[in-house]
T-cell receptor, first 115, second 116 residues
Framework: AQSVTQLDSHVSVSEGTPVLLRCNYS??????LFWYVQHPNKGLQLLLK??????LVKGINGFEAEFKKSETSFHLTKPSAHMSDAAEYFC?????????????FGGGTRVLVKP | GAGVSQSPSNKVTEKGKDVELRCDPI?????LYWYRQSLGQGLEFLIY????????KSGLPSDRFSAERTGGSVSTLTIQRTQQEDSAVYLC??????????????FGPGTRLTVL
């Protein structure tokens, strides 16, 4: 069975400072991992995904994430936060042996960006 | 191009009534998923359709929930005899299906269901 734990339910940062959102996963097999963002009253948007091609994955809007198998982690970072980054972020795992690629979501991390 | 669309965007109903939620996937996407986002349970998988195969219903919480997909495109999620705990945002997603777990799922804006 697969599962995802996002270690922080809320993160507060100042504009222009780095952002770190932590995610640990559990999967029986080599997983696919995703980060999605959800702005208020909007749908989920894909930020980036890990496809085993490279452990450091670059996404949209300056975000990147590093897959560390030894630590079963897939933390999301951004060097400099912008006000528009205020949203909820979800770490997601998909087990390649699970029919239909059902996604399992973490509990979410709500990011607040202070001016 | 057009993304995944869902209707209605908001639905308020009384306990015990039936509701239907609609999803229009991205044209050409053969896989379609329904998820539910609620305060208590977070985001959880409900049901999955792929082509003409039998749907994967393993996430449906009770037999009051059902879904169909007509013509391999539009899908309708039906909740019978709604209960207050059914209040949530229902999200639909679609993807091209390559058989790989890296297929990106594209989400619609959701339908917010409130059961009074």
């Amino acid at each position: 069975a697969q599962s995802v734990t996002q270690l922080d339910s809320h993160v507060s940062v100042s504009e222009g400072t780095p952002v770190l959102l932590r995610c640990n996963y559990s999967s029986s097999y080599s997983p696919s991992l995703f980060w999605y963002v959800q702005h208020p009253n909007k749908g989920l948007q894909l930020l980036l995904k890990y496809t085993s091609a490279a452990t450091l994955v670059k996404g949209i809007n300056g975000f990147e994430a590093e897959f560390k198998k030894s630590e079963t982690s897939f933390h999301l970072t951004k060097p400099s936060a912008h006000m528009s980054d205020a949203a909820e972020y979800f770490c997601v795992v998909s087990d390649p042996f699970t029919a239909g690629n059902k996604l399992t979501f973490g509990g979410g991390t709500r990011v607040l960006v202070k001016p | 191009g057009a993304g995944v669309s869902q209707s209605p965007s908001n639905k308020v109903t009384e306990k015990g009534k039936d509701v239907e939620l609609r999803c229009d996937p991205i044209s050409g996407h053969t896989a379609l998923y329904w998820y539910r986002q609620s305060l208590g349970q977070g985001l959880e998988f409900l049901i999955y359709f792929q082509g003409n195969s039998a749907p994967d219903k393993s996430g449906l919480p009770s037999d009051r929930f059902s879904a169909e997909r007509t013509g391999g495109s539009v899908s309708t999620l039906t909740i019978q005899r709604t209960q207050q705990e059914d209040s949530a945002v229902y999200l639909c997603a679609s993807s091209l299906f390559s058989g790989a777990s890296t297929d990106t799922q594209y989400f619609g804006p959701g339908t917010r269901l409130t059961v009074l």
